[in-house]
């Protein structure tokens, strides 16, 4: 009876160990953890730096004519809107996924702002310039302040003011 014991427990050990072992050492490592954080972000800022590089190369003075910002505005969210379909292609780890979302939505937004700031600038109205920049202020901080506590260093940086 003794052996029967010894020989079911060996049995028990040997095929459930092997198990055990693989969802600790496999298991915890494929959660979405640290390196899946990791990787998003590098990638994502990978995307951003060539996203801020460009916005600089093109960035115009916020005294130059309206015709001209009119026009740096579209450039600036035809550039954005490139960038954003590339880091939509990027998949977070689920402890990012709501905060990612909203750094999408933060910078579609700020494409929509853009159009219609060259809108308003092209049409040179006034009280939706200033209300759009104050606008457009407001979103910097908040793309800014999120992209930055999930741990994105040129995702959290927004391009020039215009």
């Known amino acids: 009876m003794r052996l029967f014991g010894l020989r079911a427990r060996l049995v028990v050990a040997l095929l459930f160990g092997p198990v055990l072992f693989g969802v600790v050492?496999?298991?915890?490592?494929?959660c979405g953890g640290v390196s899946a954080r990791a990787r998003l972000v590098a990638s994502a800022d990978r995307v951003c730096?060539?996203?801020?590089?460009?916005?600089?190369?093109?960035?115009?003075?916020?005294?130059?004519s309206h015709a001209?910002?009119?026009?740096?505005?579209?450039?600036?969210?035809?550039?954005?809107?490139?960038?954003?379909t590339r880091?939509?292609?990027?998949?977070?780890?689920?402890?990012?996924?709501?905060?990612?979302?909203?750094?999408l939505?933060?910078?579609r937004q700020l494409v929509t702002q853009?159009?219609?700031?060259?809108?308003?600038?092209?049409?040179?109205?006034?009280?939706?310039?200033?209300q759009l920049a104050a606008?457009?202020?407001?979103l910097h901080r908040k793309i800014k302040a999120l992209a930055a506590r999930d741990g994105f260093k040129d995702c959290s940086r927004v391009g020039p003011p215009i």
């Open 68 to 84: 001209v910002l009119a026009r740096n505005a579209s450039e600036h969210a035809a550039i954005e809107r490139q960038a954003i």
């Open 25 to 30: 050492v496999f298991g915890l490592g494929g």
């Open 87 to 103: 880091l939509a292609g990027l998949r977070p780890p689920v402890d990012l996924a709501h905060d990612w979302a909203r750094l």
């Open 105 to 107: 939505s933060d910078r």
């Open 114 to 130: 853009l159009l219609a700031l060259a809108h308003a600038w092209a049409s040179n109205d006034q009280p939706v310039i200033k």
């Open 49 to 64: 730096a060539g996203l801020n590089a460009r916005l600089n190369q093109t960035a115009v003075s916020v005294r130059s």
């Open 135 to 138: 606008s457009k202020v407001r």
